[in-house]
C-alpha cells in the first residue's frame, strides 16, 4: 500500500523508523510545507527513500493518506484527499473540537465514498467506550496529569511558574471542547474520549500540571447501562515532544499496519 505521511516531525518521524521494514507498506509521499522540505529530504533518505518531499498529496499513485502534522493540516490536505477518494488515518483529534470540522471530516469522506479514521492515541478502552454509548452513557470523566514542563507554551503558564511548582496544580477544568481549543497539543485524549462517548460538550475534563510524576498519566471514568468502569494509564512521553505520548505513535502505526494485515483485532 502506498502511502502518503503528512508531517514530518517528532510523531511523523517515529512511525517512519518503526514501518520503514515492513511488508506491504511504502511510504511514497512525505507532506511539508517548503521550508520544512530539506529536514523532510534528509529524514526520507534515511527512513523512506522511496519517497518524494512535496507540498501537497500526490494527485495519483496515493492509497491511504496519515496525517502527523498537527491541526491546520487537516482542512488543508485530508478534506481534499477524503474528497478525491482517499481513506485517511486522523492523529490530531484534538482538532475536532472546531465547531463544524467533524460534520466536514464525515462530508468530505461520504462525498469521496470513503473513510476517516481517528486513532485512539495515547488512551486506551476507546473501543469499550464507545460500545458502551449504544446501550446509553450517563457521565464520562476525563483528567490529564503531566509534569510541569509538559505544559510549556499553553495557557497553563498565564498567572503562575510552572517551574516554581511543588504541588498539583489543576489548571484547566471544563468541557472537553474547550480543553482541546486551549491545550490543542496537549488535549487529543480529551478529543478522542468525548467523540467516543458524550460528545465534546458534555465530556467533563481536568487538566494538571503535577510535578510528582514523570510519565503523562491520563485516566478516564465512564458510567452508563452497561456499568461503570475506570481506566488509567501512565504513559511515557515521546522522547522528541514532552506534549505527546509515545502511545500516540504506536497507534498510529497499529492504525497503518491494519490496513495491510491478514488479520485485524
Known sequence: MKIALIGCGAIGTSLLELVKDDAGIEIAAIVVPAFAADAAR????????????????PAAGIELVVEAAGHAAIEQHVLPALERGLPAIVASVGALSAPGLPEQLEAAARKGGTQAQLIAGAIGAIDALAAARVGGLQSVRYTGRKPPHAWTG???????????????????????????????????????????????????VRLIADPGVSENVHQVEAEGAFGRFELTMRNQALAA????SALTVYSAVRALRGRVAPLVI
Open 42 to 57: 534528509e529524514t526520507a533518505a534515511r527512513l523512506a527513500p522511496k519517497a518524494q518531499v512535496v507540498e501537497a498529496v
Open 154 to 204: 499553553t495557557p497553563a503558564e498565564e498567572g503562575r511558574d510552572l517551574a516554581a511548582l511543588t504541588a498539583e496544580t489543576v489548571i484547566f477544568e471544563g468541557s472537553a471542547r474547550e480543553a482541546a481549543r486551549l491545550f490543542p497539543k496537549n488535549a487529543n485524549v480529551a478529543a478522542t474520549v468525548s467523540l467516543a462517548g458524550l460528545g465534546l460538550d458534555h465530556t467533563s
Open 241 to 244: 515532544n514532552p506534549k505527546t
